[in-house]
């Protein structure tokens, strides 16, 4: 199915425009600075089936926090440094890991922890679930200096798989699919830019065409709202933005110019209208009550 063939479900929560939120629609939901285990420099965030708030630290940790923030707890470590994460429904979650240049699969019935992927990927920073074929998409930074590949697809159930899309990107980060259309979105970090990858028929990858261009900000990690709106969270300025539907240009939707409430945010998650913005340079997991919304992405997987 296509964009253009499926007809799009209505959104629950309207499309803003670029209206701006003020600085205090964010706040620190959980502050790790002295939790055990420490919330240390979270890199990825999500929000799990069981509702609690899941991340990871610069120890390789996973970790999640009580809906009302009230407590953490260690749900597996890989000794590492924890970057992007994503679940496939309420089965498993995936974590990619800095260190050891892998992704790592979180059993949720059983809590058994074990590498999911073989050696190739250099820097794999974001894993998405792609439902429907079945596979896990992921980044790969490759290198801070130069451009490099790409895209890695590998089986949910197995591990296998092998480059997707090996065209070089300027550290590629994170990514996104939108309901009902066959493409990848895809964050350029130090190319300031978002690149959309159609799907082919077959499950390839085509070529990929910019959707977002010379942002205002160094985009990290990003998700769709249901009104098809773009969110990225900028790791440098600690800023917010919010591409409208069909691309564009990118409007400012929050912004921290002191880098303390939102600091270097680099993943993004939904819970309804509720944002919730890993915080790579301090030590926790920031909320923003927002205006758009998206039900969490892990429903999307069932």
Same mark, same amino acid.
């Given at each position: 199915?296509?964009?253009?063939?499926?007809?799009?479900?209505?959104?629950?929560?309207?499309?803003?425009?670029?209206?701006?939120?003020?600085?205090?629609?964010?706040?620190?939901?959980?502050?790790?600075?002295?939790?055990?285990?420490?919330? !240390? *420099?979270?890199?990825?965030?999500?929000?799990?089936?069981?509702?609690?708030?899941?991340?990871?630290?610069?120890?390789?940790?996973?970790?999640?926090?009580?809906?009302?923030? /009230?407590?953490?707890?260690?749900?597996?470590?890989?000794? /590492?440094?924890?970057?992007?994460?994503?679940?496939?429904?309420?089965?498993?979650?995936?974590?990619?890991?800095?260190?050891?240049?892998?992704?790592?699969?979180?059993?949720?019935?059983?809590?058994?922890?074990?590498?999911?992927?073989?050696?190739?990927?250099?820097?794999?920073?974001?894993?998405?679930?792609?439902?429907?074929?079945?596979?896990?998409?992921?980044?790969?930074?490759?290198?801070?200096?130069?451009?490099?590949?790409?895209?890695?697809?590998?089986?949910?159930?197995?591990?296998?798989?092998?480059?997707?899309?090996?065209?070089?990107?300027?550290?590629?980060?994170?990514?996104?699919?939108?309901?009902?259309?066959?493409?990848?979105?895809?964050?350029?970090?130090?190319?300031?830019?978002?690149?959309?990858?159609?799907?082919?028929?077959?499950?390839?990858?085509?070529?990929?065409?910019?959707?977002?261009?010379?942002?205002?900000?160094?985009?990290?990690?990003?998700?769709?709202?249901?009104?098809? /709106?773009?969110?990225?969270?900028?790791?440098?300025? !600690?800023?917010?933005?919010?591409?409208?539907?069909?691309?564009?240009?990118?409007?400012?939707?929050?912004?921290?110019?002191?880098? *303390?409430?939102?600091? *270097?945010?680099?993943?993004?998650?939904?819970?309804?209208?509720?944002?919730?913005?890993?915080?790579?340079?301090?030590?926790?997991?920031?909320?923003?009550?927002?205006?758009?919304?998206?039900?969490?992405?892990?429903?999307? !997987?069932?």
């Amino acid at each position: 199915m296509t964009a253009e063939t499926t007809a799009a479900a209505p959104a629950r929560f309207p499309d803003p425009g670029p209206a701006r939120l003020p600085p205090d629609r964010a706040a620190v939901f959980f502050d790790g600075i002295f939790a055990e285990p420490r919330l !240390s *420099h979270p890199e990825g965030v999500a929000v799990g089936p069981d509702g609690w708030i899941w991340c990871g630290n610069q120890d390789g940790d996973l970790l999640r926090i009580a809906p009302d923030g /009230g407590r953490i707890e260690r749900m597996g470590a890989t000794g /590492g440094f924890t970057l992007g994460l994503a679940f496939d429904g309420d089965r498993a979650l995936f974590a990619c890991d800095l260190r050891h240049r892998a992704v790592f699969r979180l059993d949720l019935a059983t809590g058994a922890l074990a590498r999911l992927t073989p050696p190739g990927i250099r820097i794999p920073n974001f894993p998405l679930v792609d439902a429907a074929r079945r596979r896990l998409l992921v980044s790969d930074s490759h290198d801070f200096r130069a451009p490099g590949p790409g895209i890695w697809a590998y089986d949910l159930a197995t591990g296998e798989g092998a480059l997707w899309y090996a065209a070089p990107l300027v550290f590629a980060n994170g990514l996104a699919m939108r309901q009902g259309e066959d493409a990848v979105y895809v964050c350029e970090t130090f190319a300031r830019r978002i690149r959309r990858i159609p799907v082919r028929p077959d499950g390839s990858a085509g070529a990929a065409e910019p959707y977002a261009e010379d942002l205002p900000g160094l985009p990290d990690g990003i998700a769709f709202d249901e009104a098809g /709106g773009l969110v990225v969270g900028c790791y440098e300025p !600690s800023r917010l933005l919010r591409i409208p539907p069909g691309g564009g240009r990118a409007a400012l939707l929050i912004e921290d110019i002191t880098a *303390h409430t939102l600091a *270097h945010p680099t993943n993004i998650a939904f819970d309804g209208t509720t944002i919730y913005t890993a915080n790579l340079g301090r030590w926790h997991i920031a909320r923003i009550q927002a205006d758009i919304g998206a039900p969490p992405l892990w429903r999307a !997987s069932l």
